[in-house]
């Protein structure tokens, strides 16, 4: 698996995002045009880093960092339904925590899915990934049905020490 800036392939990128469904976003499938429409308004580029995900020079998905002037960067991963499965995901998590530590000095990256995209949630598990929230009616889907998220993070102290700092649950008394 390779990591590459994205560069104005916007064909491509159009041809990823809307030859593939989305189960656990909020829009299953996009159209051509909401992406032209979000790449001339700076989407991808604008307070944001794009990067391809490659597999033997293949294209398989995209990596957006959100907030990339903050300290604490969110991000959206999505990885096409043949590369599913097969630890890029996992490898994917680990990249952006060397990216952003390493290279961006962010302190924190944190990441929400859908409680029912267990695939994902076992990716922020595999990369390190603490699960740190479980918001109950919180994700708004394009069919108007509501549905659960969870909330995983990672900070820095963790990927510099190679370790996993679980949360501290219930320490206040009550």
Same mark, same amino acid.
């Given at each position: 698996?390779?990591?590459?800036?994205?560069?104005? =392939?916007?064909?491509?990128?159009?041809?990823?995002?809307?030859?593939? =469904?989305?189960?656990?976003?909020?829009?299953?499938?996009?159209?051509?045009?909401?992406?032209?429409?979000? %790449?001339?308004?700076?989407?991808? #580029?604008? +307070?944001?880093?794009?990067?391809?995900?490659?597999? @033997?020079?293949?294209?398989?998905? %995209?990596?957006?960092?959100? !907030?990339?002037?903050?300290?604490?960067?969110?991000?959206?991963?999505?990885?096409?339904?043949?590369?599913?499965?097969? +630890?890029? +995901?996992? @490898?994917?998590?680990?990249?952006?925590? !060397?990216?952003? *530590?390493? =290279?961006? +000095?962010?302190?924190?990256?944190?990441?929400?899915?859908?409680?029912?995209?267990?695939?994902?949630?076992?990716?922020?598990?595999?990369?390190?990934?603490?699960?740190?929230?479980?918001?109950? #009616?919180?994700?708004? @889907?394009?069919?108007?049905?509501? #549905?659960?998220?969870?909330? *995983?993070? #990672?900070?820095?102290? !963790?990927?510099?020490?190679?370790?996993?700092?679980?949360?501290?649950?219930? =320490?206040?008394?009550?």
């Amino acid at each position: 698996m390779e990591v590459r800036k994205f560069h104005s =392939e916007n064909e491509e990128l159009i041809d990823l995002l809307c030859s593939n =469904e989305w189960p656990f976003h909020a829009k299953v499938h996009l159209e051509p045009e909401a992406i032209r429409k979000a %790449i001339a308004k700076g989407y991808y #580029s604008e +307070g944001r880093e794009t990067f391809w995900i490659t597999e @033997n020079e293949q294209k398989v998905g %995209i990596l957006i960092i959100d !907030d990339i002037d903050d300290t604490i960067p969110l991000f959206d991963l999505r990885l096409t339904k043949e590369a599913r499965g097969k +630890g890029i +995901g996992k @490898n994917s998590l680990n990249w952006l925590k !060397d990216y952003l *530590y390493r =290279e961006k +000095g962010k302190i924190r990256i944190e990441g929400y899915t859908r409680a029912d995209n267990l695939a994902m949630r076992k990716c922020f598990t595999k990369a390190g990934f603490v699960k740190e929230g479980y918001l109950r #009616s919180a994700w708004e @889907n394009d069919d108007c049905t509501i #549905s659960d998220t969870v909330l *995983y993070a #990672s900070i820095y102290e !963790d990927w510099k020490d190679r370790k996993t700092t679980p949360i501290k649950l219930n =320490e206040v008394p009550y």
